[in-house]
């Protein structure tokens, strides 16, 4: 007799379980969608015997605001009007994220795949349909070779988690992501993932060498070559949440000198704020790539007279000695004024604690930690600089700043450079197409820390006013956007199956411009149903 497996028993499966299920009753509130979700789970296959529902909790259990709430990065998203899922699966094997899968084709729900949480519009957690979270929490194993200077990470790890256990196998590999230690490593890859390592290595997925992914059908690929190269493409740029269920990466680790060198300078207006900035964008993309100097941009009250001024941060990150670092800026950015007691003598992983606004004297293993206690209110977006703002424009930008300030810190900037590496690799090695011509990255910041519709409403505003206000300044024809900091501002699509190639291009080419036929295509192959959707998602062909 021939023994069925794989695809082919799910679907007769879940036929099954089709013929089976009880008509939802208006009057018979045990049979909810939430209830039928966990009777589905329960007849699909399962580990050892051990219930598939056990991994998941819906409403009306104590633990679903917690389960919820313990990823949520911006309170805006938490509010009692937002939709709430129907079911929360913390998956602990792969057979529980097949079964989330199978049931959420069943019921017809949309599936949200939440690794960090850190989604700037919510996506992972927030739906405006029914729908699923299936939180990758679960999922945080680091396996490290150091023999081929390899690692095994899986979707849910955090970046922080990452680098504590690179560091606990040598003082001199690193890998090139981001500085904020609780992002996970599922969503940060997928979208590009930069950091301060950016000009001497470019991005994550510059260094990302193979990956495991789960498609619509629960079929597991082991490898890029199973997946087909075309599909490794998307995913390393793309966004995997549009293609499948991410399940590790495997990186390739850099080296780094066993000390390096770091530094944060402070300047105002007053101090000469605006002749920095305008020559820090002749400067920083073009410096020695061993040097990262952010720019943080923020209005500030005045000490001695009434008003507010422009404050700007230099944060640096020195591959190298301190002798080294003055002898660089000495010749090619003197204006800065550094000094040997502004710089900072730190192992790398020291340095990621710098970089993340930890407590200067904070253990390392404060980077283990991946839930956080004082969220609040924002909304983020991006634009990419390609031409020098002259020093009016940058004191028009300032003025604009503070005009949009109605409390201090409200609307505010950081400035990243581009430069070395990043303008050696092509536009279309991988998904990430903002490469080559740019001389900096903007992301926007509007926080504010009281709840409220029309609170909400303002502070939007006022931030959608700035970002207006900057469109001399940045990119055109598109203005390009920065995938990982989602801006549904800029368009989103239908809720549902019927994202097209057309009504996506409002937010595909802005994204990912010459590569966003090409990621079309792809998921035309690979989730040709548009199971794998969202208001932002890559959408089918036709």
């Known amino acids: 007799m021939k023994i069925l497996s794989g695809p082919t028993f799910i679907s007769i499966l879940c036929l099954i379980y089709l013929i089976t299920i009880p008509r939802v009753s208006s009057s018979s509130p045990s049979l909810t969608v939430p209830h039928h979700f966990l009777q589905c789970l329960d007849t699909q296959p399962s580990d050892h015997g051990s219930p598939n529902s056990a991994t998941a909790v819906i409403p009306t259990n104590s633990s679903f605001s917690a389960n919820l709430m313990s990823a949520v990065r911006n309170l805006r998203f938490a509010s009692a009007s937002n939709r709430k899922p129907e079911a929360i699966v913390a998956a602990l094997t792969e057979t529980h994220i097949r079964a989330t899968i199978s049931c959420c084709k069943l019921l017809n729900l949309e599936l949200r795949v939440r690794s960090g949480g850190h989604d700037y519009e919510g996506f992972s957690y927030t739906s405006p349909v029914p729908f699923v979270i299936l939180d990758m929490y679960n999922f945080h194993k680091i396996d490290i070779n150091m023999v081929d200077e390899t690692v095994w990470v899986q979707a849910g790890a955090s970046l922080g988690e990452l680098y504590y256990n690179i560091a606990n196998k040598s003082k001199v590999h690193a890998f090139p992501a981001g500085v904020c230690p609780k992002v996970g490593a599922g969503g940060h890859f997928s979208g590009g993932g930069f950091g301060n390592l950016m000009r001497k290595y470019g ?29 490794f493409w998307a995913l390393r740029g793309g966004g995997g949440g549009s293609y499948g269920v991410i399940l590790a990466w495997k990186i390739k680790l850099v080296r780094v000198p066993e000390k390096v060198t770091v530094f944060k300078l402070e300047r105002t207006v007053r101090e000469g704020a605006v002749d920095l900035v305008h020559k820090w964008q002749q400067v920083a993309p073009v410096i020695d790539r061993d040097l990262f100097i952010r720019l943080e941009i923020k209005p500030i009250n005045r000490k001695i007279s009434k008003g507010k001024t422009i404050k700007v941060s230099f944060i640096g990150m020195f591959l190298g000695t301190p002798e080294r670092l003055l002898n660089i800026t000495k010749n090619k950015f003197p204006e800065l004024h550094l000094t040997s007691s502004d710089c900072l003598v730190k192992k790398w992983i020291d340095s990621v604690v710098f970089w993340a606004n930890y407590p200067e004297k904070a253990p390392i293993e404060i980077l283990l930690k991946r839930i956080s206690a004082n969220e609040y209110y924002w909304k983020r977006t991006s634009d990419f600089v390609q031409t020098p703002i002259s020093k009016q424009g940058l004191k028009t930008i300032f003025q604009t700043m503070i005009d949009h300030s109605p409390l201090p810190r409200r609307v505010w900037m950081q400035w990243n450079p581009w430069g070395g590496r990043m303008g050696e690799i092509p536009s279309d090695a991988t998904a990430f197409v903002h490469r080559g011509g740019n001389l900096f990255m903007i992301e926007h910041f509007m926080n504010w820390y009281r709840p409220g519709d029309e609170l909400e409403e303002k502070f939007l505003a006022i931030a959608r006013s700035f970002k207006e206000a900057m469109t001399p300044y940045v990119s055109k024809n598109p203005r390009e956007a920065f995938f990982n900091y989602r801006d549904v501002d800029i368009g989103i699509t239908t809720p549902g199956y019927n994202a097209t190639y057309e009504g996506a291009k409002v937010y595909g080419e802005k994204y990912f411009k010459g590569n966003y036929l090409r990621l079309v295509k792809t998921k035309a192959r690979f989730d040709r149903t548009n199971f794998f959707r969202s208001q932002q998602g890559i959408p089918v062909l036709a």
């Open 203 to 231: 991005l994550s997925i510059d260094h990302i060498i193979d990956a495991q992914i789960m498609d619509a059908n629960g079929k597991v690929y082991r490898d890029r070559r199973s997946m087909g190269e075309d599909v």
